[in-house]
């Protein structure tokens, strides 16, 4: 393509990106229309309406769609409500210990449901243990948004740039878990006792309100128990499809996509009436992120930077710390999304010439998520809860003061992050 064709991509795809970090409430719609208009102008010769399969990664699109339908089902049943609302009262108003056990449970939801949708469920119960104890709710929500995060990226279907990654990547399921849980257990810990000692010490407890909490009946919780239980097993059922997809050789799409299916069949629902439990948004979105992203690998722009990246680098040590880092700080700015629709062409190109087989995407997916940790704009879940927070509690915070703990504790992780992946190469390499 020639250079001032290039030129234009590039200048094209900052400018998009620039208003997609500015704009509040048009990211989709400014994210879904660069997308399409690149289609449009044919930036490319594999860009083109009859060829989106090529660009867009269905495989990510229908397996988030099968499990916000699968979610969705489950969540009518009470079944979320009932788990926070016993511990809730298993804590008796200590807000430390609920912190903790809130945190876990978060962190395991997140591992097999979108992040968005964990922390909707647990959004009014931190609302009213705040509400009870009379303090707001800010450092806590962020400390829960951490949490939801470093447990979406335990797993391929925990969080959405973990999705498109094991797409991408062909990484097992089990593999992909396996590699990231030391430096992620190590993260959860350090952000446990951060937590502990700094962001939440001027919170004590309010186990002087025990009446209140205790009043919480969990009588009705349970709308339909009998339909909890089949909606549990077919997310078993589908999460087990995710372990085996390398080996029966099925995508984790179909797993999802055929668990929503049977939910549906059971219920005598159809699509039409679960639509409102997927997120369109995030659907749309991604579409336009991987228009983008397409744009500049067709282009050849992403081949260019993956041979500069090589050319700058012929150390696999820091080759691994520049996919992390750089993709870590970007993910502050751009959100962990974009980012990895962005180094997936170059890191699917350097990963041939790295002595372990699957450790740059680990670094990109290390870099991406935990990186989103760091600004409000990191992750669509640190969105929604700021948002969500300041409604509540009269537009009282500002981006700053999401930066001013979650930035340290994402360097904090991206530091511990460097040396696993350092001494994996040193061990293995």
């Not at 400018?15 to 208009?37: D, E, N, P, Q």
């Not at 937590?195 to 209140?212: A, C, T, V």
């Not at 050849?300 to 880092?325: D, K």
């Not at 995407?361 to 992750?379: D, F, K, Q």
């Amino acid at each position: 393509m020639r250079l001032v064709g290039r030129v234009f991509i590039v200048v094209y795809f900052i400018l998009t990106f620039t208003l997609i970090v500015l704009s509040k409430r048009r990211r989709v719609l400014i994210a879904f229309t660069a997308g399409m208009l690149l289609v449009v102008l044919k930036v490319s010769e594999t860009m083109r309406i009859e060829t989106i399969s090529e660009f867009v990664d269905f495989n990510a699109i229908f397996l988030l769609i099968g499990m916000m339908v699968i979610v969705g089902v489950l969540k009518s049943t009470g079944f979320f409500q009932y788990v926070a609302v016993r511990t809730l009262r298993a804590t008796k108003g200590n807000i430390l210990l609920l912190s903790t056990l809130f945190s876990a449970l978060i962190a395991l939801f997140s591992m097999v449901l979108d992040n968005v949708t964990t922390m909707i469920m647990f959004m009014p119960i931190i609302f009213f243990v705040a509400d009870t104890g009379g303090f707001n709710p800010f450092g806590l929500t962020v400390v829960m948004i951490m949490a939801s995060n470093i447990g979406g990226c335990m797993t391929l279907v925990g969080d959405p740039p973990n999705i498109i990654i094991g797409n991408a990547s062909k990484i097992p399921f089990m593999t992909f878990s396996g590699l990231v849980l030391a430096p992620l257990l190590l993260t959860f810990a350090i952000l446990m006792l951060i937590s502990r000692f700094k962001i939440l010490k001027n919170l004590s407890s309010i186990s002087g309100k025990k009446e209140e909490i205790q009043g919480l009946r969990l009588d009705g919780v349970i709308t339909n128990r009998k339909l909890m239980y089949v909606s549990l097993g077919t997310m078993v059922a589908v999460v087990i499809g995710f372990i085996m997809h390398s080996i029966v050789d099925i995508e984790m799409s179909l797993f999802a996509v055929l668990g929503a299916s049977f939910l549906l069949l059971y219920t005598g629902k159809d699509f039409e009436s679960v639509a409102t439990e997927v997120d369109w948004n995030a659907i749309l979105f991604f579409i336009g992120l991987f228009s983008l992203a397409h744009s500049l690998e067709s282009t050849g722009i992403t081949g260019e930077l993956s041979a500069l990246a090589l050319s700058l680098s012929s150390n696999p040590a820091v080759l691994s710390m520049l996919i992390l880092w750089v993709s870590g700080m970007i993910a502050m700015v751009t959100g962990a999304i974009p980012v990895v629709t962005i180094f997936i062409p170059i890191v699917a190109q350097l990963s041939v010439h790295y002595p372990l087989q699957y450790d740059l995407w680990i670094a990109l997916a290390l870099g991406a998520n935990l990186g989103g940790n760091g600004t409000v704009t990191g992750h669509l879940a640190n969105v929604m809860c700021f948002e969500m927070v300041n409604k509540e509690y009269g537009n009282s915070h500002s981006f700053l003061d999401f930066m001013k703990i979650g930035f340290p504790s994402a360097i904090i992780s991206l530091g511990i992050s460097n040396l696993y992946l350092v001494l994996r190469l040193v061990l293995f390499g």
